[in-house]
Structures are given as C-alpha cells and as structure tokens.
C-alpha cells in the first residue's frame, strides 16, 4: 500500500461530523464513526483535529495534520518561523537599525540636533 493513499469520507457520514463538530470531542466523533462502520474500524484515526482551527476533520491523507489548504499553509509558517526564531529576529534588528538611520538621515531636526 502506498503511503500516500488517499482516502475519501462515506458522503454521509461527513454529514455527521458537520453536526457533531460544535458539541463534542474527536473522541465521541471517531466513537459514532465505530459505531457506523464498524468494518472500517482503521479509518477512525483519520478523525481529527485540526492543529490550527482545532476543526475536526477527515484526513484524505495518513499524514494529514490541518483541514484546509490555508490552515496547512499557516502550519507550515509557524513551524518555518519556530525553526528559524533567531535568524528571523535578527533580520527585524537590521531592518529596524536600516530604518531609523535611513529616518535620522533624511529628518531635518536630527540633522540639526546631531550637528549642534
Ligand atoms: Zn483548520
């Protein structure tokens, strides 16, 4: 079997998540979904939550962490910008100190302080 393989939601029981979404747990949804297909007893890992929007979801794919396409963008973002903290932040210093000379430069009373 491929890693990647891709499984799609029963119609509807996509129908039940939508209905369940806003009172209970992952735990309750994957418990309903035991409950209705029993035979696909694998599957119910596929339940989740996603880690941005905490929107349960169904994952098409085993590795699946997010709902949507803009929630794995912004996944993707904070993990980019947890891994790359300090080089991120050191950049902002050297845009910040570009920034005030550039300003010290063109602002006239700066001009006129720094020369009296
Ligand atoms: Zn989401």
Not at 18 to 41: G, H, M, N
Not at 48 to 55: A, D, K, N, T, V
Not at 69 to 98: M, P
């Amino acid at each position: 079997m491929k890693s990647r393989a891709k499984y799609t939601l029963p119609p509807e029981f996509e129908r039940v998540i939508e209905i369940l979404d806003k009172e209970v747990s992952v735990a309750v949804i994957r418990d309903v979904f035991l409950a209705l297909y029993p035979a696909k007893a694998e599957l119910k890992e596929r339940i989740r939550s996603c880690e941005i929007c905490l929107y349960v979801f169904w994952a098409s794919y085993k590795n699946s962490l997010t709902c949507s396409e803009s929630c794995r963008n912004a996944l993707r973002q904070r993990k980019h910008r947890a891994k790359n903290k300090d080089a991120i932040n050191a950049k902002r210093r050297e845009n910040y100190q570009n920034r005030v000379t550039f300003n010290r430069q063109i602002c006239n009373k700066c001009v006129i302080r720094e020369n009296t």
